[in-house]
T-cell receptor, first 115, second 118 residues
Framework: ETGVTQSPTHLIKTRGQQVTLRCSSQ?????VSWYQQALGQGPQFIFQ???????GRGNFPPRFSGLQFPNYSSELNVNALELDDSALYLC??????????????FGPGTRLTVL | SQQGEEDPQALSIQEGENATMNCSYK?????LQWYRQNSGRGLVHLIL?????REKHSGRLRVTLDTSKKSSSLLITASRAADTASYFC??????????????????FGQGTILTVHP
């Protein structure tokens, strides 16, 4: 157990709907990153939040958005869901922003299925 | 495209044998990390090797990094059935956003599925 928790564990949505996934970072960790892992693939970086601001983003469209709260917990929001959004969504927390060798700790993930 | 490419895609061995997984990447990196994932669950961090390091050990794990060849290997010695999992290499590159704030982006390979038979 890493101390990073995610909710819900599983979620089923239909195409066009919106979804919010939640992540609580490990105590004291001020940076949260989100990753999308399609079946049989490695995780892909969506974005990173540091001190409540998005400070890095991967190749994902604007309908993927997020928030980070003062307690460093985070949300991932996906609008206008598409079938290809079906994946395991992982969040990871670390101490400090980029440019450090601090380990990232991953949560157990949320499995999203879009029908 | 994936920064890291892993080889082999699948590896099946007997308990007690050694398992070697390889990872190649395309661009300069700040560090390379190896992770383990059991049955589509969260990732467990195994080891981080900095770009100026060549070898690192942690228990039964040995990681090498050759930046001239842009490749890394993970060796698991005396494997156990509990080592059965998917293993991913991830390269980290530090970047700065438009506001000048730095962030670290992990880019993962597609992973190696390791099966250790009792």
């Amino acid at each position: 157990e890493t101390g990073v928790t995610q909710s819900p564990t599983h979620l089923i949505k239909t195409r066009g709907q919106q979804v919010t996934l939640r992540c609580s970072s490990q105590s004291g960790h001020n940076t949260v990153s989100w990753y999308q892992q399609a079946l049989g693939q490695g995780p892909q970086f969506i974005f990173q939040y540091y001190r409540e601001e998005e400070n890095g983003r991967g190749n994902f469209p604007p309908r993927f958005s997020g928030l980070q709260f003062p307690n460093y917990s985070s949300e991932l929001n996906v609008n206008a869901l598409e079938l290809d959004d079906s994946a395991l969504y992982l969040c990871a927390s670390r101490l400090g922003q980029g440019g450090s060798y601090n380990e990232q700790f991953f949560g157990p993930g949320t499995r999203l299925t879009v029908l | 495209s994936q920064q890291g490419e892993e080889d082999p895609q699948a590896l099946s061995i007997q308990e007690g044998e050694n398992a070697t997984m390889n990872c190649s990447y395309k661009t300069s990196i700040n560090n390379l990390q190896w992770y383990r994932q059991n049955s589509g669950r969260g990732l467990v961090h195994l080891i981080l090797i900095r770009s100026n390091e060549r070898e690192k050990h942690s228990g039964r794990l040995r990681v090498t990094l050759d930046t001239s060849k842009k490749s890394s290997s993970l060796l698991i010695t005396a494997s156990r059935a509990a080592d059965t999992a998917s293993y991913f290499c991830a390269t980290e590159i530090w970047s700065k956003n438009a506001g000048g704030t730095s962030y670290g982006k992990l880019t993962f390979g597609q992973g190696t599925i390791l099966t250790v038979h009792p």
